[in-house]
């Protein structure tokens, strides 16, 4: 035993895996070839035991409302570690062929993922003095999807938010319950989308005029995927936009049916 302080021990573990988490993620970023055969259902795997500890998580600061600060900076710290690895599965899924990737449909609460997505994004955001707004209207049920699925839809859709805003603006996500489904809007403040783009806007490799070159940074075809996979959870992903007044995005997930 080296006598240390419990408190500094637990301190310079959590440090320790968050620089081994950020080296991780830039070695992902170095690697150049994928087994697409294999990394969906890996990713699938890892994703159902971050929600495991998510949900122990969030007991956790039920438990404990009112924590001494050193302890609930230790589990800001495991919060911010398990965002972090739950955003590095979903690029691992992003980067395999869609239609190969498994889907487990279950009981998932829209507004505690989208809510754990805006978490994730605010420090992008507050970097060009954008504001993420997430909004929830009145009662939610559960929607019958993936959740690994939702969360890469989530997560491109926020991604181009903050990339495409201009600096100052405000990011409105809102979750409601809507006919038929569970229904996002992920609505932005950026240069907006000619009917042409809209057009074009979920092909794999679309180049919208108002956009960069690349929709998602890491495939070129992010929308495309996210479209796919919505699709495949039989909902819906459309959007709606004019030049210079910004874009929104919608996508309706389902309830879950009897026979489910």
Not at 52 to 60: F, G, P, Q, R, T
Not at 186 to 202: E, I, N, S, W, Y
């Amino acid at each position: 035993m080296t006598g240390r302080d419990p408190r500094l021990l637990v301190a310079d573990l959590i440090e320790n895996a968050a620089m081994e988490l950020y080296n991780a993620l830039a070695e992902l970023d170095r690697v150049p070839v994928y087994d697409n055969s294999v990394i969906g259902l890996v990713a699938h795997a890892m994703n159902n035991y971050l929600s495991v500890s998510a949900a122990a998580y969030d007991l956790i600061e039920r438990a404990i409302p009112d924590p001494p600060r050193d302890v609930a900076t230790w589990l800001e710290g495991l919060r911010h570690l398990g965002t972090l690895m739950r955003h590095t599965v979903d690029r691992l899924v992003r980067d395999s062929p869609p239609d190969k990737f498994p889907l487990k449909p279950e009981e998932v609460d829209v507004t505690i993922l989208m809510e754990r997505a805006c978490e994730y994004y605010r420090p992008r955001a507050r970097e060009k003095h954008l504001e993420i707004v997430c909004r929830t209207v009145g009662e939610v049920p559960p929607a019958w999807v993936d959740r690994v699925a939702v969360a890469i839809v989530a997560d491109n859709l926020l991604a181009n938010a903050v990339r495409f805003s201009d600096p100052g603006g405000e990011i409105v996500i809102q979750v409601m319950a809507g006919p038929g489904g569970v229904v996002c809007s992920v609505r932005d403040h950026g240069p907006g989308l000619t009917f042409f783009d809209q057009a074009k806007l979920f092909e794999y490799a679309a180049t919208p005029g108002a956009l960069p070159i690349n929709i998602d940074a890491a495939t070129g075809h992010g929308l495309a995927i996210a479209k796919h996979l919505i699709d495949r959870m039989d909902g819906k992903l459309w959007a709606e936009s004019e030049p210079g007044k910004g874009a929104s995005f919608f996508f309706r997930l389902p309830y879950r049916r009897n026979g489910s």
